[in-house]
């Protein structure tokens, strides 16, 4: 008798209290599908960084300089983690002052929140910022393959804070805030020019003014340890999914759509990079397979939501093949970009831009346009415009940073202690505990013999 009075009394005093929160969440206008499925996607952009990246480029370096290349991705994700919350957000993504800058009304994210924003409908506006700001940290982890092995660690946290907010923030605003790339037409699903032209343009101006490693070209320099940089192309490969299905910022057909690209893209690219490789130098190499991958992954990435599958294995076979040429030139025109950031983020970026305006459909996305191929050719007009303004601000914008930065505090160690390796110089580690980098690919001995 008493549990049927308690249900009597309970029951419809529940129903009423979840029709009440149910009403409120409705009319926050909040899908709990959607946000999950956006809190994964940051989860994997910022798995791509850590352990990702870090193990990439990690492994492709020498072993005295294995530590402090892991230590650059690890330092990015704080220092722009918290750069982001602090200003970053609001210059990227505030409300537009004359298509240049986000205003500082979400200064310290003032006024952002649980409740969905202008940006995503569907999802919390924390879920967005925090999405966002994972492109910010891989971006200028990218760069960091171009100088590794000679920086200065007190120049690269510098650096890293400066390029992040005058660079990364206004360019992410042009084209995904509000700002003039947005607004004239220029289609870029997940970053191919604020993501990885920037990266790539930067690289190229701080392999200029950085200067060759000592011994480039004279010694050998291979990586010390490939299984960890399959292993963070392989995590890479898979963070790549929530980059570019993402950027739908829904659980929706158009994530499907950029998921099947994505996929599709570094497939082909992996093929285009290892049988051109195999044709030009005899034998098929992992690293060449693992590269060829990230190069369809970057070339899909502006194209990722605007185009059928058929279109993303052309864009990514293209971008096996041109980005190994690419690679390859640098010895022949003679910068160190040493972890080849250049050849396969800044020329795979630029193809896929320029790609995005050759195979766009509305048939794919109606929320996008037709490119070339499609009868439209003032896309690949638009895309054409916005690839050379990302060239070069980010070029320009990185001279002028490093120039600065090279008068005030110099910007790579001393000989003395490039030679003994970053690892011991920088930060007073090994890698490999025990033992002591002689030369730094390869020949190690006994530190207590």
């Not at 798995?47 to 230590?71: D, H, Q, W």
């Not at 191919?192 to 200067?211: N, R, Y």
């Not at 970057?298 to 990514?316: E, K, M, Q, R, Y």
Request: glycine fraction near 12%; charged fraction near 10%; proline fraction near 4%.
């Amino acid at each position: 008798m008493i549990d049927k009075a308690l249900k009597r009394i309970f029951l419809p005093f529940l129903t009423i209290l979840l029709l009440i929160l149910g009403t409120a969440f409705a009319q926050e206008g909040l899908d709990s599908g959607d946000t999950a499925w956006m809190l994964t996607a940051t989860v994997l952009v910022l798995l791509m960084t850590i352990p990702g990246l870090f193990l990439f480029y990690g492994g492709l370096v020498r072993a005295k300089n294995a530590l402090s290349t892991i230590m650059h991705s690890f330092m990015i994700v704080a220092l722009v983690s918290v750069q982001w919350v602090l200003i970053g957000y609001t210059l990227a993504f505030g409300p537009d002052v004359s298509g240049i800058i986000g205003n500082l009304d979400w200064l310290g994210l003032s006024g952002v929140g649980p409740e969905p924003s202008g940006y995503a409908s569907t999802i919390p506006h924390y879920v967005f910022m925090a999405f966002q700001m994972t492109f910010a940290v891989i971006t200028v982890a990218l760069i960091t393959g171009a100088f590794a092995e000679r920086i200065k660690f007190s120049t690269f946290i510098v650096f890293v804070l400066i390029w992040t907010t005058i660079i990364y923030d206004p360019l992410a605003h042009w084209v995904w805030g509000g700002g003039w790339i947005g607004s004239m037409g220029a289609l870029d699903f997940a970053g191919g020019t604020v993501v990885h032209i920037s990266s790539g343009a930067s690289a190229l101006a701080a392999a200029l003014i950085f200067g060759k490693r000592i011994g480039y070209g004279r010694e050998p320099m291979p990586p010390h340890f490939l299984p960890f940089s399959i292993i963070g192309a392989a995590l890479l490969w898979v963070g790549w999914f929530g980059f570019n299905a993402g950027s739908s910022l829904a659980a929706d057909g158009l994530a499907s759509i950029a998921f099947v690209t994505t996929n599709t893209a570094a497939a082909a690219a992996v093929l285009g990079w290892v049988f051109t490789e195999w044709i030009s130098r005899g034998k098929p190499t992992v690293l060449g397979a693992a590269t060829g991958a990230v190069t369809g992954l970057v070339a899909i990435t502006p194209a990722a939501g605007f185009v059928s599958p058929l279109s993303a294995l052309l864009i990514g076979l293209v971008a096996g093949i041109l980005c190994y040429a690419a690679v390859n030139m640098k010895t022949r025109l003679g910068y160190d970009d040493s972890l080849d950031v250049v050849g396969v983020h800044g020329i795979g970026g630029t193809w896929g831009c320029l790609a995005t305006g050759l195979f766009a459909s509305t048939a794919v996305n109606p929320g996008g346009a037709n490119g070339l191929f499609f009868g439209n050719p003032e896309q690949l007009v638009i895309q054409f415009i916005s690839v050379a303004a990302t060239w070069v601000f980010a070029f320009g914008g990185t001279l002028v940073i490093l120039y600065v930065l090279k008068a005030i505090m110099g910007l790579r160690v001393s000989t003395e202690e490039e030679v003994t390796g970053l690892d011991l110089s920088e930060h007073g580690e090994v890698a490999y505990a025990g033992f002591q980098v002689i030369h730094g690919y390869g020949t190690t001995e006994d530190r207590d013999q």
